[in-house]
């Protein structure tokens, strides 16, 4: 299967502060998806987006397919943003990274 | 609309011992995935129903895991006998279409369920 790399491991965040987190992977994905992990284990798809800019509030993702990047950013951070992120892309099933684990502090 | 829901949240057995883990996907999805993630590893994928079939079974460990659709509704993994190594969460997943099966516009995003946290003593 696909190799995929999440960067940073690890990011702890002010309130309010912005961040950019990156998934890397090592082959032509037909399928992307970006989760949030809260503190009760659940996944939350956040986006789908195989290719493109897309926004929901806060949260926006970029996918640059020719390149097998993707970024998620997050503006304005809360303390309800905390867990844990994964990538995950698909050529026929998902293949996650190892999530970036997010603290935002008060 | 009803998301995907798994049963139980959490099950605490012991080393030698049979559990059941249930998945219910979301209403007309044909679509069932089931995934891991053992302690300090990545999710991992372990199988793919499409309707009552298996597409893709490759990522199941080994021949103490048997998962199984009658029907094409709700899954079942069963682990027989479970060892400590399967200690972890796992993760059900549905979709209405899958990558290459001509479905468009997001139709093969995976949901996932809330997952069970399995614990072997």
């Known amino acids: 299967g696909i190799q995929v790399e999440q960067s940073p491991p690890d990011l702890i965040l002010q309130e309010g502060a912005n961040s950019t987190l990156r998934c890397n992977f090592s082959?032509?994905?037909?399928?992307l998806q970006w989760f949030h992990q809260n503190p009760w284990g659940q996944l939350i798809n956040l986006f789908y987006?195989?290719?493109g800019t897309k926004q929901n509030g806060r949260l926006s993702a970029t996918t640059v397919a020719t390149e097998r990047y993707s970024l998620l950013y997050i503006s304005s951070s809360q303390t309800t943003d905390s867990g844990v992120y994964f990538c995950?892309?698909?050529?026929?099933?998902?293949?996650f990274g190892a999530g970036t684990t997010v603290t935002v502090r008060a | 609309e009803a998301g995907v829901t798994q049963f139980p949240s959490h099950s605490v057995i012991e080393k030698g011992q049979t559990v059941t883990l249930r998945c219910d996907p979301i209403?007309?999805?044909?679509?069932l995935y089931w995934y891991r993630r053992v302690m300090g590893k990545e999710i991992k994928f372990l199988l793919h129903?499409?309707?009552?079939?298996?597409?893709?079974e490759s990522g199941m460990p080994n021949n103490r895991f048997l998962a199984e659709r009658t029907g094409g509704t709700y899954s079942t993994l069963k682990v027989q006998p479970a060892e400590l190594e399967d200690s972890g969460v796992y993760f059900c997943?549905?979709?209405?279409?899958?990558?290459?099966?001509?479905?468009?516009?997001?139709?093969?995003?995976?949901?996932f369920g809330p997952g069970t946290r399995l614990t072997v003593l």
């Open positions: 082959d032509s994905v037909n399928n």
């Open positions: 129903f499409v309707k009552e079939s298996k597409q893709d």
């Open positions: 987006i195989p290719s």
């Open positions: 997943a549905s979709s209405q279409d899958f990558v290459g099966s001509g479905g468009s516009g997001g139709t093969d995003t995976q949901y």
């Open positions: 995950a892309g698909t050529v026929y099933k998902l293949s």
């Open positions: 209403s007309g999805h044909d679509n």
